[in-house]
């Protein structure tokens, strides 16, 4: 079977600002499933892409968001836990990639 190519774009490594979303466990296996017809994407980056692809192509939201005299407000970026020492208290946990 030969896969075409994703609507999806290849996964670049900017930083991100995180929020926390959740999933139906269908839309959650299908994140996985698209992943892997990506050509191994993360989930975290076709979450993403899908986000960026559905919000450009909204025309009455481009234009909403180029007349709007707000400013948007996110959280905070939320810096990565450094590993720490052997000895020298809890060690950090990896954040790993969940979906569910």
């Known amino acids: 079977m030969t896969?075409?190519?994703p609507l999806i774009d290849i996964e670049d490594k900017a930083p991100d600002v995180r929020i926390p979303i959740n999933f139906?466990?269908?839309?959650?296996?299908?994140?996985k499933i698209y992943s892997?017809?990506?050509?191994?994407?993360?989930?975290h980056h076709i979450v993403k892409a899908c986000?960026?692809?559905t919000l450009q192509a909204d025309k009455g939201f481009q234009e909403f968001k180029a007349n709007r005299?707000?400013?948007a407000t996110l959280p905070a970026a939320?810096?990565?836990a450094k590993p720490r020492r052997k000895g020298a208290g809890t060690a950090a946990i990896?954040?790993?990639e969940q979906v569910a």
Not at 24 to 31: N, T, V
């Open 78 to 80: 939320e810096p990565k």
């Open 3 to 5: 896969h075409n190519r």
């Open 51 to 53: 986000v960026r692809r």
């Open 36 to 43: 892997e017809y990506a050509h191994g994407s993360s989930v």
């Open 24 to 31: 139906r466990p269908e839309d959650a296996e299908d994140l």
């Open 69 to 71: 005299s707000g400013v």
């Open 94 to 96: 990896p954040e790993q």
